[in-house]
């Protein structure tokens, strides 16, 4: 960590973390190659044609799990968190009359609904879902993404060539450095004083358009909260920001992150030699068919034909010479490919397994059902990831949608946000199903014949079935005093609309009556 801050010490640090992620900037750059070349190109290749892969199953595999990913974690239909009231809370809560308590709950409700669907607008606005989908890419490819929450505007995915990050024993991020190209325009008059001065003064031309490297220094200080600066190449940027931990708009994230490391391993990493050999015999194989449709012909000598004139002549045409005088040759090599092509299908269909690629639907409005379908199966299929990202990724990004709508989640923790598509997530969609059948178990209740039902005690009949089905009835089914209480208030109810019918009717007779003596 830089002990004192300026512009030198800052480009120093950068260079010396950037340095140290040498090697996996290289293998990085190869399990792009297999799959995404743009996601991760070689350094310096922004105008050039990137070499793209012999099979298109890295690519067609790699957006398919990535989409999936972003549809599941930040569904367009509904929002990916709920609010809740603290555990502290609910116990205060418990010790209010009924009546209030049911008030400060439909109230707290509201707020919530109100409150997490404006956060959802709000992810919207900043076109989220476009750099999730990126940054899971990334993910996927390269193990690492940054995401960043601006104050206005999009929300940006980081590759790894752009920020480096330091991490302490438990993964906590300690330091984090952002590259970014801003324009010399956009910078304030002192400070394009400054950026003129430290590159040459007036041999950096005013008014050409030049992009200058801007570095941002985020730092983990003694007092729990994230220091940023900002710095060019010799330049120190005036002012400084701290945010606490929960609320830094830059967010790293890592596929699969071993203790000790600073940076993730991708899924592709994970499978790089199916990759390998995938892409080697797909190249032999396109070669070995390319040579094998380049067909020539060979004349036997003695026939007398002449080759010019067999190539010259139309198709069709008459030669004199005899039945063997032409011959095609054959290469012999159709078992070679055969044995390429079996093994080929055999890491196809293990990639394809591997990103999910076979399992597909056929749905144009993603439902709840299938969302959790989806997050099971990232769950089984990608050796815990989903909870990863739940964790790592949603749980930061609903506070900070939270805080920019400018929504307190209280400074006693008096409101939480609890993640719906997660494991938890996962558990109170199980929740739902198993109130659902507990509704349907109800239901068979009609089946039973009549005389039968006068013999069963219908309060034990619920007590079995949600015990059954592991749902707590008594928090939404009346007991006994209340649902006497509910039929006595029913009866009034029906008692005074009788009465008010009754009255209703003789004033309008009373009316007739009058009519008929008038």
């Known amino acids: 960590m830089i002990t004192h801050l300026s512009a030198g010490n800052i480009h120093a640090r950068w260079g010396q973390m950037d340095q140290a992620k040498a090697n996996l900037k290289w293998r990085c750059e190869q399990y792009a190659g297999w799959t995404l070349p743009y996601i991760f190109p070689p350094e310096n290749s922004k105008d ?31 929002s990916f968190f709920r609010l809740n009231l603290t555990q502290e809370v609910e116990t205060e809560l418990e010790a209010l009359p009924e009546e209030k308590r049911a008030q400060v709950k439909l109230m707290a409700e509201t707020t919530f609904a109100k409150t997490e669907k404006n956060a959802m607008k709000q992810l919207e606005r900043m076109s989220y879902r476009t750099a999730a989908v990126m940054a899971c890419k990334q993910l996927i490819i390269t193990g690492n993404a940054l995401i960043f929450h601006p104050e206005k505007g999009a929300a940006q995915a980081y590759n790894l060539r752009n920020y480096c990050v330091a991490r302490d024993c438990e993964g906590v991020p300690v330091e984090i450095i952002m590259r970014d190209r801003k324009a010399f325009e956009t910078f304030s008059p002192e400070v394009q004083e400054q950026i003129m001065t430290s590159m040459g003064g007036p041999m950096f031309i005013r008014g050409q358009h030049q992009d200058i490297t801007l570095y941002t220094y985020v730092s983990l200080e003694a007092d729990g909260k994230y220091h940023v600066r900002q710095c060019t190449e010799h330049v120190m940027l005036a002012g400084t920001a701290t945010y606490p931990r929960a609320l830094l708009p830059w967010v790293p994230l890592t596929w699969n992150l071993v203790r000790g490391e600073d940076y993730g391993r991708g899924l592709v990493e994970d499978f790089a030699g199916a990759f390998h050999a995938l892409e080697v015999l797909t190249e032999a194989l396109a070669t070995g068919a390319a040579v094998s449709a380049d067909i020539k012909i060979l004349v036997d000598p003695a026939s007398g034909l002449d080759p010019e004139e067999l190539n010259r002549s139309p198709t069709g045409s008459y030669h004199v010479g005899r039945e063997g005088d032409l011959t095609y040759p054959q290469l012999g090599k159709q078992q070679d490919f055969s044995l390429a092509q079996a093994i080929i299908d055999r890491l196809v269909k293990e990639i394809s397994q591997a990103f999910m690629l076979l399992t597909t639907r056929d749905a144009e409005r993603v439902t709840t059902v299938e969302i959790k379908k989806d997050a099971q199966e990232l769950e089984t299929s990608l050796g815990g990831i989903y909870s990863r990202l739940a964790e790592e990724w949603q749980g930061p990004c609903a506070r900070l949608i939270l805080d920019k709508i400018q929504f307190d989640i209280g400074t006693e923790r008096a409101v939480e946000p609890m993640i719906v598509t997660g494991l938890d997530g996962l558990a109170r969609l199980g929740d739902l199903d198993n109130i659902q059948m507990f509704i349907q178990d109800m239901a068979l209740w009609e089946r039973v014949p009549e005389e039968a039902r006068a013999y069963v005690k219908w309060s034990d009949f619920m007590r079995v079935c949600g015990n059954a089905r592991g749902v707590d009835y008594t928090q939404f089914i009346m007991t006994e005093n209340e649902k006497r209480q509910a039929d006595a208030y029913a009866m009034q109810q029906q008692q005074a609309m009788i009465a008010a019918q009754g009255q209703q009717d003789l004033t309008v007779a009373a009316g007739k009556q009058a009519m008929q003596e008038s």
């Open 48 to 78: 050039d044609e990137l070499q793209q892969s012999f099979d298109s199953l890295g690519a067609r595999a790699t957006n398919n799990l990535s989409n999936k990913i972003a549809m599941t974690l930040f569904n367009p239909y509904g």
